[in-house]
C-alpha cells in the first residue's frame, strides 16, 4: 500500500472543474506536513504546481488550486483546458517514514 | 534564468559503473539559502520516486531506504554541479533520473532538470 495514495485516473469535458485526491495511508498528511503537487506532460520534467501554503509559482494559472482536509488533500482544476491533459503527482515529507514520498500519480485525461 | 542542466542520455552494460551531472545555473549553489538538491528515478511508465538529496551546503546526503546503498550522491559546488553515481549498473536501473532544487528537505521541489534517461543491458 502507498504512503500517499492517488486515483489512477480522472477525466473531464473542457471548462468543467476536477478534483484529484491524495489520501495518506498514516496521520502524516493530517499533521502539520504539508503537501506539494507536480504537473508532468509526457516526455517533460515535472513542474511544481502548488507549493506551501498552497500557493502557486509564477506562471501556474489560477485555475489550478490546493486544499487539505483531515488526513487527504486535494488538487482542483476549474475550467480544464485540453493542454491540462497530463500526470499530477502529490508529494509531503514524512519524517516518521523516512523522507519524501510522492503519490503513485493520476492521469488527466481531457474528454 | 534558473535552471539545472543535466548531462545527456546514458546506454550502459550491466556491471559497469556510471556517474550522471546535474548543473545549476541563475542561482547560487552555496550563498544562503543553502539549497539542497534531490534525485527522482522515473521508470518506464512508472510514477515518480524520491531516491534522496544532497544538501549543497555541507554535501550531507539523505538517502531513501529503498535507495541506500545503490547509489551515491556528491557535489562540486565550484562547478555548481550535483551528481548521481553508481557504482555497478543493473538492468533494473533502466529509467529516467531527474534532479531538483529545495530550500530545505522538506520543501517543495521548484526547479528541475530536464532529465537523464538510463539504459542499462544485460
Known amino acids: 500500500q502507498s504512503v500517499l495514495t492517488q486515483p489512477p485516473s480522472v477525466s473531464g469535458a473542457p471548462g468543467q472543474r476536477v478534483s484529484i485526491s491524495c489520501t495518506g495511508s498514516i496521520s502524516a498528511i493530517g499533521g502539520s506536513l504539508d503537501v506539494y503537487w507536480y504537473q508532468q506532460v509526457p516526455g517533460t520534467a515535472p513542474r511544481l504546481l502548488i507549493d506551501a501554503n498552497n500557493n502557486r509559482p509564477a506562471g501556474v494559472p489560477d485555475r489550478f488550486s490546493g486544499s487539505r482536509s483531515g488526513p487527504s488533500a486535494s488538487l482542483a482544476i476549474t475550467g480544464l483546458q485540453p493542454e491540462d491533459e497530463a500526470h499530477y503527482y502529490c508529494h509531503s515529507f514524512i519524517s516518521s517514514m523516512g523522507g519524501v514520498f510522492f503519490g503513485g500519480g493520476t492521469k488527466l485525461t481531457v474528454l | 534564468e534558473v535552471q539545472l542542466v543535466q548531462s545527456g542520455n546514458e546506454v550502459a552494460e550491466a556491471g559497469e559503473s556510471l556517474k550522471i551531472s546535474c548543473r545549476g545555473s541563475?542561482?547560487?549553489?552555496?550563498?544562503?539559502?543553502?539549497?539542497?538538491i534531490a534525485w527522482v528515478r522515473q521508470m518506464p511508465g512508472k510514477g515518480l520516486e524520491w531516491m534522496g538529496s544532497i544538501y549543497l551546503g555541507d554535501s550531507d546526503s539523505r538517502y531513501s531506504p529503498s535507495f541506500q546503498g545503490q547509489v551515491t550522491f556528491s557535489a562540486d559546488t565550484s562547478i555548481t554541479t550535483a551528481y548521481l553515481q553508481w557504482s555497478s549498473l543493473k538492468s533494473s536501473d533502466t529509467a529516467t533520473y531527474y534532479c531538483?532544487?529545495?530550500?530545505?528537505?522538506?520543501?517543495?521541489?521548484?526547479?528541475w532538470g530536464q532529465g537523464t534517461m538510463v539504459t542499462v543491458s544485460s
Open positions: 541563475g542561482f547560487t549553489f552555496t550563498f544562503p539559502p543553502n539549497y539542497w
Open positions: 531538483a532544487r529545495s530550500v530545505h528537505i522538506r520543501s517543495p521541489f521548484d526547479v
